[in-house]
């Protein structure tokens, strides 16, 4: 039955759980959302606020015993828990970035596969960081020095276009490492590459919507694409070689 049913139940699963955390980030982030949650489950509308209580005066007395002791929220202000707000975040954002790792894997199926047996090699998602982190570097300075100059100041936004783009390829890739990686780990029956790539993409969105740290993970994850891209040379079968310039 695992074998049979275990790909729609994993894909309902992780979906559930992205809706689950996104309702959790609605409550959490209270009425300062912030740049980022905003961006990912939008603004808050309509928000009630469960107000920090005050400590208890009493509490301080020494001497009786205290009836009772009052702890404030550590998040600070509270919001409400607003399903409707997750499940539209999920339906935009979730559905967004699966359909955007389906169709780059559509466009470079061949670059994919090769990206993905280097992503799958000895070593290769530390490689794949650290390149990630060293191309990141370079194109802040790349943006940095072109701020000085007024003749390539307009190069700056194909800049930054272009390494969104070399990103969302290596992130399209690593979802589907991540649903090969389940698809194995869970012993999965087979199924087809794509629906790999919808469970791996799930478990990228689920990443970015846990509360706090879902930043950290999706900028982990984008770097690491953007590593996968350069190491990869946009999942060339001949890689990086100077042999290149001899002809």
């Known amino acids: ?14 979906a559930a759980l992205g809706v689950l955390l996104a309702i959790a980030d609605t409550a959490l982030y209270g009425p300062t959302l912030g740049p980022y949650a905003t961006f990912l489950i939008g603004p808050s509308q309509g928000v009630n606020f469960v107000p920090r209580q005050s400590p208890d005066s009493g509490r301080f007395i020494k001497n009786r015993f205290p009836e009772k002791v009052s702890f404030g929220s550590p998040f600070g202000r509270l919001g409400t828990v607003s399903p409707l707000q997750a499940l539209r975040a999920f339906l935009s954002n979730g559905a967004g970035l699966v359909l955007l790792a389906l169709a780059v894997l559509l466009l470079f199926p061949n670059r994919a596969r090769v990206a993905v047996q280097r992503l799958e090699g000895r070593h290769g998602i530390e490689i794949a960081l650290a390149a990630g982190v060293a191309a990141f570097l370079l194109a802040i300075g790349a943006v940095a020095l072109l ?36 698809q194995r780990r869970l012993h999965l029956g087979p199924a087809h590459p794509l629906v790999a790539a919808v469970a791996g993409a799930l ?24 590593g996968l891209a350069a190491v990869t040379r946009f999942g060339s079968e001949t890689g990086w070689s100077f042999g290149d310039l001899d002809w």
């Open 203 to 226: 478990v990228v969105f689920d990443l970015a919507v846990i509360p706090y740290l879902g930043a950290v993970a999706l900028a982990a994850v984008a770097i690491a694409g953007l």
């Open 147 to 182: 701020r000085f100059t007024l003749i390539f100041l307009a190069v700056i936004p194909f800049v930054i276009l272009i390494a969104g783009a070399v990103a969302l390829f290596g992130i399209a890739c690593i979802a589907l490492a991540l649903g090969r990686l389940l």
């Open 1 to 14: 039955m695992l074998r049979r049913w275990g790909w729609p139940m994993l894909v309902a699963v992780l």
